[in-house]
């Protein structure tokens, strides 16, 4: 079956950087576009960035352009988002996405944490 399994959540201090992973298993993960999604308390899950199967496309959102980047390796079935001059507001728990054959797929989430 589908799994997605982030891992590099944190604490860390605004300004810093963190390097998120999400490791994949139970489909061809070369074929799919993946995303990293997040939510922070009280508000609604967001999308962060998205890359497409081969890697050549990316989007983000208007907030963390320029800051995040995401990026894939199709030979280790991972895909990765790496976050520098971290802000409070992105203080979320993140959740790497895929869709598979029309349904959804999560991860279970990582915590990050932005603070002095």
């Known amino acids: 079956q589908v799994q997605l399994v982030e891992s590099g959540g944190g604490l860390v201090q605004p300004g810093g950087s963190l390097r998120l992973s999400c490791a994949t298993s139970g489909f061809t993960f070369s074929s799919y576009a993946m995303g990293w999604y997040r939510q922070a308390p009280g508000k609604e899950r967001e999308l962060v960035a998205s890359?497409?199967?081969?890697?050549?496309?990316?989007n983000y959102a208007d907030s963390v352009k320029g800051r995040f980047t995401i990026s894939r390796d199709n030979t280790k079935y991972t895909v990765f988002l790496q976050m520098n001059s971290l802000k409070s507001e992105d203080t979320a728990v993140y959740y790497c996405y895929t869709q598979v054959w029309f349904t959804a797929y999560w991860g279970q989430g990582t915590q990050v944490t932005v603070s002095s």
């Open positions: 890359i497409n199967s081969a890697g050549s496309s990316t």
